[in-house]
Protein backbone atom coordinates (compact mmCIF):
# COMPACT_ATOMS: atom_id res chain seq x y z
CA UNK A 1 0.00 0.00 0.00
CA UNK A 2 2.80 2.21 0.59
CA UNK A 3 3.58 2.18 -2.85
CA UNK A 4 0.37 2.93 -4.52
CA UNK A 5 0.35 6.57 -5.97
CA UNK A 6 -1.01 9.65 -3.52
CA UNK A 7 -4.60 10.17 -4.96
CA UNK A 8 -5.77 5.88 -5.51
CA UNK A 9 -4.85 5.50 -1.81
CA UNK A 10 -7.40 8.34 -1.23
CA UNK A 11 -9.91 7.33 -3.39
CA UNK A 12 -10.05 3.56 -1.40
CA UNK A 13 -10.10 4.96 1.92
CA UNK A 14 -13.06 7.14 0.78
CA UNK A 15 -15.04 4.51 -1.25
CA UNK A 16 -14.20 2.62 2.18
CA UNK A 17 -15.85 5.35 3.72
CA UNK A 18 -18.95 5.19 1.33
CA UNK A 19 -19.63 1.85 1.92
CA UNK A 20 -19.59 1.66 5.42
CA UNK A 21 -21.16 4.94 7.02
CA UNK A 22 -24.34 6.57 6.55
CA UNK A 23 -24.81 9.32 4.68
CA UNK A 24 -26.87 12.14 6.65
CA UNK A 25 -28.25 16.17 6.23
CA UNK A 26 -25.37 18.69 5.27
CA UNK A 27 -26.43 21.68 7.06
CA UNK A 28 -22.65 21.39 9.05
CA UNK A 29 -21.14 21.96 5.83
CA UNK A 30 -23.51 24.35 4.33
CA UNK A 31 -20.64 27.69 5.13
CA UNK A 32 -18.45 26.30 2.79
CA UNK A 33 -21.00 25.73 0.24
CA UNK A 34 -20.87 28.25 -2.31
CA UNK A 35 -21.29 29.45 -5.81
CA UNK A 36 -17.96 27.63 -6.69
CA UNK A 37 -18.66 24.61 -5.21
CA UNK A 38 -18.36 22.14 -7.82
CA UNK A 39 -18.87 18.66 -6.01
CA UNK A 40 -19.53 17.82 -2.47
CA UNK A 41 -20.08 14.43 -0.96
CA UNK A 42 -21.19 14.37 2.93
CA UNK A 43 -20.68 10.89 5.20
CA UNK A 44 -21.87 10.82 8.59
CA UNK A 45 -19.72 8.72 11.07
CA UNK A 46 -22.22 8.51 14.03
CA UNK A 47 -23.36 5.26 12.40
CA UNK A 48 -21.11 2.57 12.39
CA UNK A 49 -22.57 -0.98 10.94
CA UNK A 50 -19.77 -2.91 9.71
CA UNK A 51 -21.51 -5.85 10.92
CA UNK A 52 -25.00 -5.26 9.40
CA UNK A 53 -23.03 -4.39 5.86
CA UNK A 54 -21.13 -7.70 6.44
CA UNK A 55 -24.74 -9.70 6.35
CA UNK A 56 -25.84 -7.81 4.04
CA UNK A 57 -23.57 -8.38 1.52
CA UNK A 58 -23.08 -12.24 1.99
CA UNK A 59 -26.91 -12.61 1.78
CA UNK A 60 -26.92 -10.63 -1.55
CA UNK A 61 -24.21 -12.67 -2.97
CA UNK A 62 -25.53 -15.82 -2.14
CA UNK A 63 -29.25 -14.32 -3.67
CA UNK A 64 -27.02 -13.52 -7.12
CA UNK A 65 -25.40 -16.84 -6.98
CA UNK A 66 -28.54 -18.77 -6.67
CA UNK A 67 -29.91 -16.76 -9.51
CA UNK A 68 -27.16 -17.18 -11.33
CA UNK A 69 -27.49 -21.09 -11.21
CA UNK A 70 -24.62 -22.18 -9.35
CA UNK A 71 -23.97 -25.27 -8.58
CA UNK A 72 -23.59 -26.53 -4.84
CA UNK A 73 -19.96 -27.04 -5.33
CA UNK A 74 -19.32 -23.35 -6.90
CA UNK A 75 -21.37 -21.60 -4.58
CA UNK A 76 -20.04 -23.36 -1.25
CA UNK A 77 -16.43 -22.46 -2.76
CA UNK A 78 -17.39 -18.94 -3.98
CA UNK A 79 -19.23 -18.12 -0.54
CA UNK A 80 -16.81 -19.18 1.44
CA UNK A 81 -14.39 -16.62 -0.53
CA UNK A 82 -16.28 -13.83 0.28
CA UNK A 83 -16.84 -14.61 3.68
CA UNK A 84 -12.50 -14.42 4.04
CA UNK A 85 -12.37 -11.02 2.31
CA UNK A 86 -15.24 -9.45 4.10
CA UNK A 87 -13.05 -10.59 7.16
CA UNK A 88 -10.32 -8.81 5.61
CA UNK A 89 -12.06 -5.81 4.85
CA UNK A 90 -13.47 -5.88 8.70
CA UNK A 91 -9.89 -6.27 9.91
CA UNK A 92 -8.49 -3.61 7.68
CA UNK A 93 -11.50 -0.85 8.27
CA UNK A 94 -12.70 -1.11 11.44
CA UNK A 95 -9.84 -0.17 13.85
CA UNK A 96 -8.77 3.38 11.90
CA UNK A 97 -12.41 4.17 11.83
CA UNK A 98 -12.93 3.48 15.48
CA UNK A 99 -9.85 6.13 16.57
CA UNK A 100 -11.22 8.30 14.17
CA UNK A 101 -14.57 8.45 16.01
CA UNK A 102 -14.03 7.65 19.16
CA UNK A 103 -10.63 8.65 19.51
CA UNK A 104 -10.46 12.22 18.01
CA UNK A 105 -14.06 12.50 18.09
CA UNK A 106 -15.23 13.17 14.83
CA UNK A 107 -18.65 12.59 14.05
CA UNK A 108 -18.93 13.82 10.44
CA UNK A 109 -17.19 14.42 7.39
CA UNK A 110 -17.19 16.27 3.56
CA UNK A 111 -15.88 16.07 0.33
CA UNK A 112 -15.47 19.45 -1.01
CA UNK A 113 -14.58 20.27 -4.42
CA UNK A 114 -14.07 24.32 -5.21
CA UNK A 115 -13.29 26.19 -8.83
CA UNK A 116 -11.87 28.74 -6.27
CA UNK A 117 -9.40 25.73 -4.82
CA UNK A 118 -8.32 24.40 -8.55
CA UNK A 119 -6.58 27.52 -9.15
CA UNK A 120 -4.37 27.08 -6.32
CA UNK A 121 -3.84 23.10 -7.44
CA UNK A 122 -5.93 21.83 -4.65
CA UNK A 123 -8.63 19.30 -6.46
CA UNK A 124 -10.42 19.08 -2.96
CA UNK A 125 -10.89 18.93 0.52
CA UNK A 126 -11.50 16.62 3.08
CA UNK A 127 -13.46 18.58 5.89
CA UNK A 128 -14.33 17.51 9.16
CA UNK A 129 -15.96 19.55 11.89
CA UNK A 130 -13.50 20.45 14.97
CA UNK A 131 -14.07 23.42 17.08
CA UNK A 132 -16.75 21.68 19.76
CA UNK A 133 -15.58 18.24 19.25
CA UNK A 134 -15.57 18.28 23.58
CA UNK A 135 -12.04 17.24 23.72
CA UNK A 136 -9.84 18.17 26.48
CA UNK A 137 -7.58 21.25 26.76
CA UNK A 138 -8.72 22.94 23.95
CA UNK A 139 -6.28 25.74 24.32
CA UNK A 140 -3.69 22.54 22.59
CA UNK A 141 -6.67 20.93 20.62
CA UNK A 142 -4.63 21.17 17.16
CA UNK A 143 -1.06 19.79 18.81
CA UNK A 144 -3.49 16.62 20.04
CA UNK A 145 -5.18 16.66 16.85
CA UNK A 146 -1.78 16.31 15.09
CA UNK A 147 -0.99 13.74 17.27
CA UNK A 148 -3.61 11.76 17.10
CA UNK A 149 -4.10 11.79 13.36
CA UNK A 150 -0.05 11.25 12.38
CA UNK A 151 -0.60 8.08 14.53
CA UNK A 152 -3.54 7.51 13.03
CA UNK A 153 -1.75 7.51 9.10
CA UNK A 154 1.15 5.60 11.32
CA UNK A 155 -1.40 2.86 11.63
CA UNK A 156 -3.00 2.67 8.10
CA UNK A 157 0.38 2.98 6.88
CA UNK A 158 -0.38 6.52 5.07
CA UNK A 159 2.46 8.22 7.44
CA UNK A 160 4.76 8.58 4.34
CA UNK A 161 2.39 10.58 2.37
CA UNK A 162 2.94 13.98 3.93
CA UNK A 163 -0.66 14.73 4.05
CA UNK A 164 -1.60 18.08 5.50
CA UNK A 165 -3.96 19.21 8.12
CA UNK A 166 -5.02 22.47 8.69
CA UNK A 167 -7.15 23.66 11.48
CA UNK A 168 -9.39 27.35 10.36
CA UNK A 169 -12.38 28.37 12.60
CA UNK A 170 -14.63 25.58 12.92
CA UNK A 171 -13.56 22.61 10.82
CA UNK A 172 -10.09 20.65 10.25
CA UNK A 173 -9.45 20.22 6.29
CA UNK A 174 -7.28 17.94 4.63
CA UNK A 175 -6.36 19.30 1.11
CA UNK A 176 -5.94 17.04 -1.70
CA UNK A 177 -3.66 18.08 -4.70
CA UNK A 178 -4.59 17.86 -8.39
CA UNK A 179 -1.64 16.52 -9.30
CA UNK A 180 -1.07 13.93 -6.60
CA UNK A 181 2.65 15.19 -5.23
CA UNK A 182 3.22 15.17 -1.49
CA UNK A 183 3.29 18.33 0.26
CA UNK A 184 6.47 17.94 2.28
CA UNK A 185 8.11 17.18 -0.95
CA UNK A 186 7.38 20.19 -3.63
CA UNK A 187 7.84 22.91 -1.34
CA UNK A 188 3.90 23.94 -1.34
CA UNK A 189 2.97 22.95 2.00
CA UNK A 190 2.76 26.60 3.09
CA UNK A 191 1.07 27.99 0.12
CA UNK A 192 -1.40 25.53 0.83
CA UNK A 193 -2.01 26.11 3.91
CA UNK A 194 -2.69 29.84 3.14
CA UNK A 195 -4.80 28.89 0.26
CA UNK A 196 -7.11 26.60 2.33
CA UNK A 197 -7.04 29.69 5.05
CA UNK A 198 -8.13 31.93 2.96
CA UNK A 199 -10.94 29.93 1.07
CA UNK A 200 -12.34 28.36 4.06
CA UNK A 201 -12.72 32.13 6.03
CA UNK A 202 -14.08 34.25 2.72
CA UNK A 203 -16.54 31.40 2.02
CA UNK A 204 -19.93 33.06 0.85
CA UNK A 205 -22.19 30.87 1.70
CA UNK A 206 -24.95 30.36 -1.46
CA UNK A 207 -28.40 28.41 0.07
CA UNK A 208 -29.35 28.41 -3.76
CA UNK A 209 -26.34 27.52 -5.60
CA UNK A 210 -26.73 23.95 -7.59
CA UNK A 211 -24.87 21.89 -5.51
CA UNK A 212 -27.43 23.17 -3.03
CA UNK A 213 -30.56 22.65 -5.55
CA UNK A 214 -28.81 18.95 -6.58
CA UNK A 215 -28.76 18.18 -2.44
CA UNK A 216 -32.51 19.12 -1.78
CA UNK A 217 -33.53 16.06 -4.18
CA UNK A 218 -31.96 13.37 -2.26
CA UNK A 219 -33.34 13.11 1.01
CA UNK A 220 -32.29 10.95 3.62
CA UNK A 221 -30.33 8.50 2.26
CA UNK A 222 -27.23 6.83 3.20
CA UNK A 223 -24.71 8.12 0.64
CA UNK A 224 -25.21 11.55 -0.94
CA UNK A 225 -23.04 13.07 -3.60
CA UNK A 226 -24.07 16.16 -5.41
CA UNK A 227 -22.17 17.67 -8.46
CA UNK A 228 -22.12 20.45 -10.23
CA UNK A 229 -21.06 21.95 -13.92
CA UNK A 230 -21.29 25.76 -13.46
CA UNK A 231 -20.64 28.40 -15.85
CA UNK A 232 -16.81 29.22 -14.98
CA UNK A 233 -16.51 25.07 -15.14
CA UNK A 234 -18.25 24.70 -18.36
CA UNK A 235 -15.79 27.64 -20.04
CA UNK A 236 -12.65 25.44 -18.66
CA UNK A 237 -14.27 22.12 -20.32
CA UNK A 238 -15.17 23.60 -23.30
CA UNK A 239 -11.55 24.95 -23.99
CA UNK A 240 -10.16 21.65 -23.08
CA UNK A 241 -8.61 19.49 -26.01
CA UNK A 242 -9.76 15.76 -26.20
CA UNK A 243 -7.54 13.09 -27.10
CA UNK A 244 -7.50 12.54 -30.74
CA UNK A 245 -7.43 8.85 -30.42
CA UNK A 246 -11.13 9.32 -28.74
CA UNK A 247 -13.75 8.21 -31.58
CA UNK A 248 -15.49 11.64 -32.96
CA UNK A 249 -19.01 10.58 -31.34
CA UNK A 250 -17.63 10.48 -27.95
CA UNK A 251 -16.05 13.22 -27.93
CA UNK A 252 -19.34 14.86 -29.26
CA UNK A 253 -20.96 13.32 -26.65
CA UNK A 254 -18.51 14.36 -23.59
CA UNK A 255 -18.69 17.54 -24.88
CA UNK A 256 -22.34 18.01 -25.30
CA UNK A 257 -23.00 16.60 -22.07
CA UNK A 258 -20.81 19.14 -20.38
CA UNK A 259 -22.48 22.01 -21.84
CA UNK A 260 -26.18 20.73 -21.02
CA UNK A 261 -25.98 19.39 -17.88
CA UNK A 262 -26.25 21.94 -14.55
CA UNK A 263 -25.97 19.18 -12.09
CA UNK A 264 -25.89 15.45 -10.87
CA UNK A 265 -27.04 14.10 -7.78
CA UNK A 266 -26.99 10.51 -6.23
CA UNK A 267 -27.94 8.49 -3.33
CA UNK A 268 -28.52 5.31 -2.38
CA UNK A 269 -29.96 3.32 0.93
CA UNK A 270 -27.95 0.06 1.44
CA UNK A 271 -30.27 -1.05 3.33
CA UNK A 272 -33.02 -0.78 0.54
CA UNK A 273 -30.71 -2.54 -1.71
CA UNK A 274 -30.82 -5.83 0.68
CA UNK A 275 -34.38 -5.35 1.01
CA UNK A 276 -34.61 -5.51 -2.56
CA UNK A 277 -32.67 -8.68 -2.80
CA UNK A 278 -34.53 -10.15 -0.18
CA UNK A 279 -38.12 -9.07 -1.59
CA UNK A 280 -37.10 -10.52 -4.91
CA UNK A 281 -36.20 -13.56 -3.40
CA UNK A 282 -39.65 -14.11 -1.77
CA UNK A 283 -37.47 -13.28 1.60
CA UNK A 284 -39.62 -9.81 2.07
CA UNK A 285 -42.23 -9.23 3.86
CA UNK A 286 -44.48 -8.40 1.40
CA UNK A 287 -44.82 -10.26 -1.91
CA UNK A 288 -44.99 -6.91 -3.67
CA UNK A 289 -42.55 -5.52 -5.93
CA UNK A 290 -40.86 -2.64 -3.66
CA UNK A 291 -40.37 0.95 -5.98
CA UNK A 292 -37.73 1.70 -8.26
CA UNK A 293 -34.69 2.68 -6.21
CA UNK A 294 -33.38 6.03 -8.13
CA UNK A 295 -30.02 6.02 -8.54
CA UNK A 296 -28.84 8.91 -10.26
CA UNK A 297 -30.49 12.40 -11.39
CA UNK A 298 -29.08 14.23 -13.98
CA UNK A 299 -30.29 18.16 -14.42
CA UNK A 300 -30.72 19.70 -17.90
CA UNK A 301 -31.76 23.35 -18.56
CA UNK A 302 -35.07 21.84 -20.53
CA UNK A 303 -36.77 18.77 -21.71
CA UNK A 304 -35.51 18.58 -25.10
CA UNK A 305 -31.45 18.80 -23.77
CA UNK A 306 -32.54 15.94 -21.62
CA UNK A 307 -33.76 13.92 -24.32
CA UNK A 308 -31.07 14.42 -26.86
CA UNK A 309 -28.21 13.80 -24.21
CA UNK A 310 -30.36 10.35 -23.65
CA UNK A 311 -30.42 9.90 -27.42
CA UNK A 312 -26.87 10.79 -27.99
CA UNK A 313 -25.95 8.05 -25.17
CA UNK A 314 -27.74 5.52 -26.86
CA UNK A 315 -26.37 6.21 -29.86
CA UNK A 316 -22.75 6.07 -28.61
CA UNK A 317 -23.53 2.73 -27.16
CA UNK A 318 -24.93 1.02 -30.66
CA UNK A 319 -21.65 2.81 -32.69
CA UNK A 320 -19.06 1.55 -30.27
CA UNK A 321 -20.37 -2.10 -29.96
CA UNK A 322 -21.30 -2.07 -33.90
CA UNK A 323 -17.52 -1.08 -34.55
CA UNK A 324 -15.99 -3.91 -31.89
CA UNK A 325 -18.04 -6.30 -33.51
CA UNK A 326 -16.47 -5.52 -36.74
CA UNK A 327 -13.20 -4.93 -35.83
CA UNK A 328 -13.54 -8.28 -33.80
CA UNK A 329 -14.61 -10.11 -37.27
CA UNK A 330 -11.60 -8.50 -39.13
CA UNK A 331 -9.58 -10.28 -36.35
CA UNK A 332 -7.23 -13.42 -37.66
CA UNK A 333 -8.25 -14.95 -34.56
CA UNK A 334 -11.55 -14.12 -33.20
CA UNK A 335 -12.20 -14.75 -29.44
CA UNK A 336 -15.87 -13.68 -28.79
CA UNK A 337 -19.01 -14.62 -30.94
CA UNK A 338 -21.16 -11.72 -32.42
CA UNK A 339 -23.94 -12.94 -29.70
CA UNK A 340 -21.93 -11.59 -26.88
CA UNK A 341 -21.39 -7.97 -28.65
CA UNK A 342 -25.29 -8.06 -29.60
CA UNK A 343 -26.00 -9.07 -25.61
CA UNK A 344 -23.48 -6.61 -24.45
CA UNK A 345 -25.24 -4.03 -26.23
CA UNK A 346 -28.48 -4.91 -24.94
CA UNK A 347 -26.91 -5.13 -21.71
CA UNK A 348 -26.19 -1.42 -21.80
CA UNK A 349 -29.10 -0.34 -23.47
CA UNK A 350 -30.88 -1.34 -20.65
CA UNK A 351 -29.27 0.61 -18.44
CA UNK A 352 -29.98 4.12 -20.33
CA UNK A 353 -32.13 6.43 -18.05
CA UNK A 354 -35.16 7.59 -18.21
CA UNK A 355 -36.56 11.22 -18.91
CA UNK A 356 -38.47 13.18 -16.34
CA UNK A 357 -38.92 16.74 -17.02
CA UNK A 358 -35.53 18.72 -18.00
CA UNK A 359 -33.57 15.60 -15.88
CA UNK A 360 -32.57 12.22 -16.89
CA UNK A 361 -32.95 9.58 -14.38
CA UNK A 362 -31.05 6.19 -13.72
CA UNK A 363 -33.10 3.73 -11.56
CA UNK A 364 -33.12 0.08 -11.08
CA UNK A 365 -36.10 -1.28 -12.52
CA UNK A 366 -39.31 -2.25 -10.33
CA UNK A 367 -37.06 -2.00 -6.98
CA UNK A 368 -34.86 -5.27 -7.98
CA UNK A 369 -31.33 -4.17 -7.67
CA UNK A 370 -30.38 -7.88 -8.41
CA UNK A 371 -31.66 -7.64 -11.92
CA UNK A 372 -29.20 -5.47 -13.44
CA UNK A 373 -26.03 -6.86 -11.29
CA UNK A 374 -27.12 -10.30 -13.10
CA UNK A 375 -27.54 -8.73 -16.75
CA UNK A 376 -24.01 -6.94 -15.89
CA UNK A 377 -22.72 -10.32 -14.80
CA UNK A 378 -24.06 -11.61 -17.83
CA UNK A 379 -21.48 -10.03 -19.76
CA UNK A 380 -18.28 -12.01 -18.82
CA UNK A 381 -20.06 -15.64 -18.66
CA UNK A 382 -17.85 -16.94 -21.47
CA UNK A 383 -15.18 -16.06 -18.35
CA UNK A 384 -17.48 -17.26 -15.30
CA UNK A 385 -18.02 -20.93 -17.12
CA UNK A 386 -13.92 -21.20 -17.47
CA UNK A 387 -13.74 -20.55 -13.96
CA UNK A 388 -16.74 -22.25 -12.52
CA UNK A 389 -19.57 -24.76 -13.17
CA UNK A 390 -21.68 -22.42 -14.24
CA UNK A 391 -25.57 -23.06 -16.10
CA UNK A 392 -27.48 -20.61 -17.41
CA UNK A 393 -31.10 -21.20 -18.45
CA UNK A 394 -32.68 -20.38 -21.50
CA UNK A 395 -33.50 -16.79 -21.80
CA UNK A 396 -36.49 -17.94 -24.08
CA UNK A 397 -36.18 -15.13 -26.47
CA UNK A 398 -37.65 -12.25 -23.85
CA UNK A 399 -34.48 -11.15 -23.56
CA UNK A 400 -33.64 -10.49 -27.49
CA UNK A 401 -37.32 -9.59 -27.59
CA UNK A 402 -36.64 -6.48 -25.09
CA UNK A 403 -33.39 -5.39 -26.77
CA UNK A 404 -35.66 -4.88 -29.99
CA UNK A 405 -38.05 -2.70 -28.51
CA UNK A 406 -35.42 -0.86 -26.85
CA UNK A 407 -33.29 -0.71 -30.23
CA UNK A 408 -36.80 1.03 -31.95
CA UNK A 409 -37.30 3.38 -29.61
CA UNK A 410 -34.03 4.16 -29.50
CA UNK A 411 -34.37 4.86 -33.88
CA UNK A 412 -37.30 6.51 -32.71
CA UNK A 413 -35.27 9.31 -31.02
CA UNK A 414 -32.27 9.53 -33.80
CA UNK A 415 -34.98 10.24 -36.50
CA UNK A 416 -36.51 12.71 -33.67
CA UNK A 417 -33.26 14.67 -33.39
CA UNK A 418 -32.60 14.42 -37.59
CA UNK A 419 -36.24 15.51 -38.20
CA UNK A 420 -37.16 17.51 -35.41
CA UNK A 421 -40.11 15.12 -35.02
CA UNK A 422 -41.05 11.69 -34.10
CA UNK A 423 -41.74 9.55 -37.46
CA UNK A 424 -45.81 9.48 -38.73
CA UNK A 425 -47.98 6.53 -37.78
CA UNK A 426 -47.62 6.74 -41.66
CA UNK A 427 -47.40 8.72 -44.90
CA UNK A 428 -50.03 9.46 -47.64
CA UNK A 429 -50.45 10.65 -51.11
CA UNK A 430 -52.73 13.20 -52.35
CA UNK A 431 -55.79 11.78 -51.83
CA UNK A 432 -54.92 10.48 -48.01
CA UNK A 433 -54.22 6.89 -48.72
CA UNK A 434 -51.56 5.38 -46.72
CA UNK A 435 -48.41 4.85 -48.35
CA UNK A 436 -45.51 3.88 -45.27
CA UNK A 437 -45.65 2.86 -41.96
CA UNK A 438 -43.24 4.49 -39.56
CA UNK A 439 -41.64 0.84 -39.59
CA UNK A 440 -40.55 1.80 -43.10
CA UNK A 441 -38.86 5.82 -42.09
CA UNK A 442 -36.86 4.59 -39.12
CA UNK A 443 -34.53 1.70 -41.76
CA UNK A 444 -31.72 4.71 -42.06
CA UNK A 445 -31.75 4.37 -37.85
CA UNK A 446 -31.36 0.63 -37.53
CA UNK A 447 -28.46 0.47 -39.65
CA UNK A 448 -31.00 -0.49 -42.47
CA UNK A 449 -30.19 2.03 -45.32
CA UNK A 450 -29.50 0.25 -48.23
CA UNK A 451 -32.86 -1.89 -48.24
CA UNK A 452 -34.75 2.04 -47.29
CA UNK A 453 -33.18 3.29 -50.32
CA UNK A 454 -34.44 0.33 -52.61
CA UNK A 455 -38.50 1.10 -51.73
CA UNK A 456 -39.86 3.64 -53.61
CA UNK A 457 -41.93 5.73 -51.14
CA UNK A 458 -43.75 7.49 -53.66
CA UNK A 459 -45.43 4.32 -54.73
CA UNK A 460 -47.85 2.54 -52.26
CA UNK A 461 -46.25 -0.18 -49.59
CA UNK A 462 -48.53 -2.43 -51.72
CA UNK A 463 -47.66 -1.36 -55.49
CA UNK A 464 -46.18 -3.92 -57.85
CA UNK A 465 -42.86 -2.66 -57.36
CA UNK A 466 -43.04 -2.57 -53.53
CA UNK A 467 -44.70 -5.72 -53.25
CA UNK A 468 -41.00 -7.15 -53.54
CA UNK A 469 -39.60 -6.10 -50.04
CA UNK A 470 -42.57 -7.36 -48.18
CA UNK A 471 -40.43 -10.25 -47.31
CA UNK A 472 -37.40 -8.54 -46.62
CA UNK A 473 -36.04 -9.86 -43.37
CA UNK A 474 -35.82 -7.10 -40.55
CA UNK A 475 -35.11 -9.67 -37.75
CA UNK A 476 -35.55 -6.53 -35.42
CA UNK A 477 -39.46 -6.51 -36.04
CA UNK A 478 -40.54 -9.85 -34.97
CA UNK A 479 -39.94 -11.81 -31.69
CA UNK A 480 -37.37 -14.56 -31.59
CA UNK A 481 -40.62 -16.34 -29.63
CA UNK A 482 -42.94 -15.79 -32.81
CA UNK A 483 -42.62 -16.77 -36.42
CA UNK A 484 -39.73 -16.99 -38.04
CA UNK A 485 -40.74 -16.65 -41.20
CA UNK A 486 -39.12 -13.83 -43.44
CA UNK A 487 -41.38 -10.07 -43.80
CA UNK A 488 -43.31 -10.80 -40.27
CA UNK A 489 -43.81 -8.43 -37.44
CA UNK A 490 -45.21 -8.73 -34.40
CA UNK A 491 -44.38 -5.34 -32.97
CA UNK A 492 -46.94 -2.09 -33.06
CA UNK A 493 -47.02 1.59 -31.98
CA UNK A 494 -50.76 2.67 -30.47
CA UNK A 495 -52.59 3.81 -33.62
CA UNK A 496 -53.11 7.63 -33.34
CA UNK A 497 -51.32 8.12 -29.66
CA UNK A 498 -47.58 8.72 -30.17
CA UNK A 499 -47.29 8.87 -34.05
CA UNK A 500 -49.68 10.68 -35.96
CA UNK A 501 -50.65 9.96 -39.30
CA UNK A 502 -48.81 12.40 -41.65
CA UNK A 503 -51.09 15.30 -42.95
CA UNK A 504 -50.36 15.77 -46.16
CA UNK A 505 -48.66 13.94 -49.15
CA UNK A 506 -44.77 14.13 -49.17
CA UNK A 507 -44.69 14.97 -45.27
CA UNK A 508 -42.11 12.36 -43.29
CA UNK A 509 -42.34 14.37 -40.34
CA UNK A 510 -44.46 13.61 -37.18
CA UNK A 511 -45.30 15.72 -33.99
CA UNK A 512 -42.69 15.90 -31.43
CA UNK A 513 -42.34 14.62 -28.19
CA UNK A 514 -44.05 17.63 -26.63
CA UNK A 515 -47.44 16.00 -27.79
CA UNK A 516 -46.42 12.85 -24.77
CA UNK A 517 -47.87 15.53 -22.13
CA UNK A 518 -47.77 12.35 -19.64
CA UNK A 519 -44.07 11.87 -19.89
CA UNK A 520 -42.50 9.62 -22.01
CA UNK A 521 -41.62 7.47 -19.03
CA UNK A 522 -45.59 7.41 -18.53
CA UNK A 523 -45.97 6.41 -22.26
CA UNK A 524 -46.22 3.37 -23.96
CA UNK A 525 -44.40 3.33 -27.61
CA UNK A 526 -44.13 0.08 -28.72
CA UNK A 527 -45.97 -3.06 -28.09
CA UNK A 528 -45.83 -6.77 -29.14
CA UNK A 529 -49.05 -7.99 -30.79
CA UNK A 530 -49.52 -11.92 -31.11
CA UNK A 531 -50.58 -12.15 -34.91
CA UNK A 532 -47.88 -11.47 -37.18
CA UNK A 533 -48.47 -8.82 -40.21
CA UNK A 534 -46.08 -7.17 -42.85
CA UNK A 535 -43.70 -5.15 -41.55
CA UNK A 536 -44.31 -2.54 -44.75
CA UNK A 537 -48.34 -2.42 -43.89
CA UNK A 538 -48.66 1.15 -42.61
CA UNK A 539 -52.37 0.06 -41.37
CA UNK A 540 -52.02 -2.58 -38.98
CA UNK A 541 -50.90 -1.06 -36.03
CA UNK A 542 -53.41 -1.90 -32.98
CA UNK A 543 -55.28 1.42 -31.75
CA UNK A 544 -55.94 2.31 -28.53
CA UNK A 545 -59.32 0.41 -28.35
CA UNK A 546 -57.90 -2.73 -28.87
CA UNK A 547 -54.79 -1.99 -26.54
CA UNK A 548 -57.57 -1.73 -23.59
CA UNK A 549 -59.40 -4.85 -24.07
CA UNK A 550 -56.49 -6.23 -22.62
CA UNK A 551 -53.45 -8.42 -23.08
CA UNK A 552 -53.28 -11.85 -24.96
CA UNK A 553 -57.28 -10.75 -24.71
CA UNK A 554 -57.47 -7.90 -28.00
CA UNK A 555 -54.25 -7.87 -30.54
CA UNK A 556 -52.09 -7.07 -27.61
CA UNK A 557 -50.53 -10.58 -27.02
CA UNK A 558 -47.41 -12.13 -27.28
CA UNK A 559 -45.48 -15.83 -27.53
CA UNK A 560 -44.04 -14.86 -24.07
CA UNK A 561 -45.54 -16.73 -21.06
CA UNK A 562 -48.10 -14.79 -18.76
CA UNK A 563 -47.24 -11.29 -20.76
CA UNK A 564 -45.88 -9.23 -23.37
CA UNK A 565 -43.12 -6.58 -23.41
CA UNK A 566 -43.62 -3.22 -23.78
CA UNK A 567 -41.40 -0.18 -24.66
CA UNK A 568 -42.13 3.22 -23.45
CA UNK A 569 -40.74 6.50 -25.07
CA UNK A 570 -37.86 6.97 -22.67
CA UNK A 571 -36.51 3.81 -23.98
CA UNK A 572 -37.22 1.06 -20.97
CA UNK A 573 -38.95 -2.06 -21.21
CA UNK A 574 -41.38 -3.29 -18.83
CA UNK A 575 -43.03 -6.82 -19.41
CA UNK A 576 -46.59 -6.44 -19.26
CA UNK A 577 -48.65 -9.50 -17.10
CA UNK A 578 -52.00 -10.82 -18.88
CA UNK A 579 -53.98 -9.68 -15.53
CA UNK A 580 -52.98 -5.77 -15.54
CA UNK A 581 -56.25 -3.72 -14.76
CA UNK A 582 -57.52 -2.29 -18.08
CA UNK A 583 -57.33 0.96 -16.76
CA UNK A 584 -53.59 0.68 -16.62
CA UNK A 585 -53.47 -0.54 -19.52
CA UNK A 586 -55.53 2.80 -21.55
CA UNK A 587 -53.19 5.10 -19.22
CA UNK A 588 -50.15 3.93 -20.10
CA UNK A 589 -51.22 3.65 -24.17
CA UNK A 590 -52.48 7.47 -23.94
CA UNK A 591 -49.81 10.03 -24.52
CA UNK A 592 -51.99 13.40 -23.22
CA UNK A 593 -54.57 11.44 -20.89
CA UNK A 594 -53.60 13.07 -17.88
CA UNK A 595 -53.91 9.55 -15.83
CA UNK A 596 -51.86 8.92 -12.97
CA UNK A 597 -49.73 5.84 -13.91
CA UNK A 598 -47.99 3.17 -11.30
CA UNK A 599 -45.67 1.68 -12.56
Given at each position: ?8 V ?7 V ?25 I ?17 G ?6 L?F??E ?11 DL???D ?8 I ?8 E??V ?5 L???GIA ?8 NQ????KDN ?18 D???I???A??D ?7 V ?6 K????E ?6 T ?11 S ?8 L ?7 A ?9 Q?R ?12 Q ?12 A ?7 S ?23 L?I?T ?18 H ?9 A ?7 S??F ?13 G????R ?8 D ?6 A??G ?24 T ?13 D ?6 P???V???G ?11 P ?5 A ?6 L ?6 D ?6 N????L ?25 A????E ?5 F ?5 G?S ?5 V?V?K?F ?8 I???E????I ?24 IA??V???I??A ?7 E??V?
Amino acid sequence: MRHLPYLAVLTAVFLAVLTVFRVSAQETFAPLITENTIAFVHIDLRKVEVDTLKAGVEEFGEELLRKLNFDEESFTMTIHELKADLEKFDAAVRPPFSIITNVLGIREIAVIADSNLSEFGIAAVLVAPWKNQGLPDKDNDLKITNLNLKNLLSFVHLDNLGIEFIASGDFLFIPIPVNGLMYNKDGRKEATRFAVTEWAINAVPAKESLIQQALKTLGTDEIKVAAALNKKLKEQIRSLPLPNSMPQDVQELLMSASQKIEWAAASLSLDSLFRAAQSSNGKGASNDKSSPVRLLTIKTAANSEANALRSSLANVIVHRISDAREQQANNSSPHLSPLFFEFLKGILLTFLPGVEDDRLVFRTADGDITLPVIASAGVFIPYFQAVHKVTFPAAQGIEQCQTNLKTIVLAFHNYHDSYNALPPLYTVDAGGKPLHSWRVLILPFLERSALYQKIRLNEPWDSDYNKQFHNADVPLYRCPNGPHRAGDCCYSVIAGEGLVPAKKAGEIRGESFARIADGTSNTLAVVEVKKPFCWMDPAADITLDELSKGINVGRAGSYHPNGINAALFDGSVRFIANDVAKKILKALGTCNGGEAVVH
